[in-house]
């Protein structure tokens, strides 16, 4: 499965939209973006996840570049309650075993 | 609620204690995973279960076994650990084992002490 790059932390303002940017150059074109999430204290939770169409669900908006080099994850409406750890996935669809590989993640705080 | 619940939630235990972690899922899965966070650590993938047959294993040292009796049901049974073995330990589920692109259901995890 292909690497992929986070910032380490970000902030965002509560009420703004979080935008989290995820770099995986060395796609290939049959790995989906996987977007979960760990909020302190709980197990991860998945939010999205695409293969080459942007994706909306009722937590997220997902936006993959036209090259799927990059992608970036949107919560519209920060609230302080999303701050949480935002790990960003790659994974081949026919991964043996469904396997997830988690990196270090983005450090979300949202801020009053 | 994520349909993973995972029990006891804190196990504090001796390095010569035998303790086990047990795992259930209500989301008629068939997959299911046991996974280590340790502090300022990723996630490491232990062990994938599919259809209740144990289909990875990562390299786990053998005081970690695992049983899956059935498709809802995981437990991770320990014995003789380490102190570098404290750790939240996670489950997750997914409907599907090889393949597919059905995302994965973590339970809250267990945070386990060892002294």
């Known amino acids: 499965d292909a690497k992929t790059t986070q910032p380490t932390s970000m902030d965002c303002a509560e009420g703004r939209a979080a935008n989290l940017p995820c770099n995986h150059s060395?796609?290939?074109?049959?790995?989906?973006v996987y977007w979960y999430r760990q909020i302190h204290s709980q197990g991860p939770q998945y939010i999205i996840h695409?293969?080459?169409n942007n994706e909306t669900n009722e937590m997220a908006s997902l936006i993959i570049t036209e090259d799927r080099k990059s992608s970036t994850l949107i919560l519209p409406h920060a609230t302080l309650r999303d701050t949480a750890v935002y790990y960003c996935?790659?994974?081949?669809?026919?991964?043996?075993?469904?396997?997830?590989?988690f990196g270090g993640g983005t450090r979300l705080m949202v801020k009053p | 609620e994520t349909g993973v619940t995972q029990t006891p939630r804190h196990l504090v235990m001796g390095m010569t204690n035998k303790k086990s972690l047990k795992c259930e899922q209500h989301?008629?899965?068939?997959?299911m995973y046991w996974y280590k966070q340790s502090a300022k650590k990723p996630l490491e993938l232990m062990f994938v279960?599919?259809?209740?047959?144990?289909?990875e294993n990562n390299s786990v040292p053998s005081r970690f076994s695992p049983e899956c009796p059935n498709s809802s049901h995981l437990f991770l049974h320990l014995h003789t650990l380490q102190p570098e073995d404290s750790a939240l330990y996670l489950c997750?589920?997914?409907?599907?084992?090889?393949?597919?692109?059905?995302?994965?259901?973590f339970g809250d995890g267990t945070r386990l002490s060892i002294l």
């Open positions: 997750a589920s997914s409907p599907r084992g090889a393949g597919g692109n059905q995302p994965q259901h």
């Open positions: 060395t796609i290939s074109g049959n790995e989906y």
């Open positions: 695409g293969l080459k």
């Open positions: 996935i790659v994974r081949h669809r026919n991964n043996a075993g469904n396997m997830l590989t």
């Open positions: 989301l008629g899965h068939n997959a």
């Open positions: 279960y599919n259809f209740k047959e144990q289909t």
